[in-house]
């Protein structure tokens, strides 16, 4: 079993950064596509972007120029870097991770999300 735990939410003032953190843990040989999305109350959940093993990376016209994801191999971990956050950035933040198990078939995982409020 694969696990995804998201880390470093919370609230905080427009203009504001938070770094957001998750990493993957279990029985697994290799942890291919990590992602981040986000989904704010009525609204469908949305990408924001992707990072492959290899380091390349995608990212939602909704968060380019202030959101920055990079991952490290070593710890399984994905990173989503916030800036200049706006109060239509509040939302839950969901990490997504396509993992391959020891028979190297690869399986999608969720993280169970992290809440960023954005508010003075």
């Known amino acids: 079993q694969v696990q995804l735990v998201e880390s470093g939410g919370g609230l905080v003032q427009p203009g504001g950064s938070l770094r957001l953190s998750c990493a993957a843990s279990g029985s697994f040989v290799r942890v291919n596509v990590m992602g981040w999305y986000r989904q704010a109350p009525g609204k469908q959940r949305e990408l924001l972007a992707t990072?492959?093993?290899?380091?390349?990376?995608n990212y939602a016209e909704s968060a380019k120029g202030r959101f920055s994801i990079s991952r490290d191999n070593a710890k399984n971990t994905v990173y989503l870097s916030t800036n200049s956050l706006k109060p239509e950035d509040t939302a839950v933040y969901y990490c997504?991770?396509?993992?391959?198990?020891?028979?190297?078939?690869?399986?999608?995982?969720w993280g169970q999300g992290t809440q960023v409020t954005v508010s003075s």
């Open positions: 990072i492959t093993s290899g380091g390349s990376t």
């Open positions: 997504n991770a396509e993992v391959a198990d020891n028979w190297y078939r690869n399986y999608d995982y």
